[in-house]
């Protein structure tokens, strides 16, 4: 069973920092690229970034670009986004989604809470 | 590349169809395989999205087959052939083109 388990997630003060895990599991994910996806209350689906199944290749949106920096590590079947100079705007469950050519299956998500 | 739905939402009477409409701001046809970077994912409240439809029409594992999807380029459709219950959902259409990928604003569908 492919299973996508995001954690990380909390309160953050204006301008602090958090990194999010992705665990999976159920797929071998190292063949697989990978996306972050984030959805603010009440909002819908804004795309983050995306990572190639070796590392390689990496983009951002540009709301993100400079402060987000998304990785992954094959060994241990684990995505990561490391979020840094974090802002009120950034407030969102934050989904890991996997890429089998569309992205096609998405974790349940983790929220993020930027606020003083 | 800017991606528009329509309408933003939607009542719909148990039975009959719904049409939900999709606008890409450029092309999403890549000409060497002559496939279109467009998916269509639902949401029901809290919850993840869900895969309905990928390269514009091809349904998803496990997708009922009342849901279509048609469409070329620029312009895309979402089909639902006789509306459930269960279908009440918020649908998004998302271009994996090019990045930075984007998706649609959402259209609620609900039951008339």
């Known amino acids: 069973e492919v299973q996508l388990v995001e954690s990380g997630g909390g309160l953050v003060q204006p301008g602090g920092s958090l990194r999010l895990s992705c665990a999976a599991s159920?797929?071998?994910?190292?063949?697989?690229?990978m996306h972050w996806v984030r959805q603010a209350p009440g909002k819908g689906l804004v795309w983050v970034s995306h990572i190639s199944f070796d590392g390689t290749t990496i983009n951002y949106a540009d709301s993100v670009k400079g402060r987000f920096t998304i990785s992954r590590d094959n060994a241990k079947n684990t995505l990561y986004l490391e979020m840094n100079g974090l802002r009120a705007e950034d407030t969102a469950v934050y989904y890991c989604?996997?890429?089998?050519?569309?992205?096609?299956?998405w974790g349940q998500g983790t929220l993020v809470t930027v606020s003083s | 590349i800017v991606m528009t739905q329509s309408p933003d939402s939607l009542a719909v009477s148990l039975g009959e169809r719904a049409t939900i409409n999709c606008k890409s701001s450029?092309?999403?046809?890549?000409?060497?395989?002559?496939?279109?970077?467009l998916a269509w994912y639902q949401q029901k409240p809290g919850q993840p999205p869900t895969l309905l439809i990928s390269?514009?029409?091809t349904r998803g594992s496990g997708v009922p087959d009342r849901f279509s999807g048609s469409g070329s380029e620029t312009d895309f459709t979402l089909s639902i052939s006789s509306l459930q219950a269960e279908d009440v959902a918020v649908y998004y259409c998302h271009q994996y083109y090019s990045p930075p990928h984007t998706f649609g604003q959402g259209t609620k569908l609900e039951i008339k």
């Open positions: 989604v996997r890429d089998s050519g569309c992205p096609d299956f």
């Open positions: 450029q092309s999403v046809l890549f000409s060497s395989n002559n496939k279109n970077y």
């Open positions: 159920g797929f071998t994910f190292s063949s697989y690229w």
């Open positions: 390269w514009a029409s």
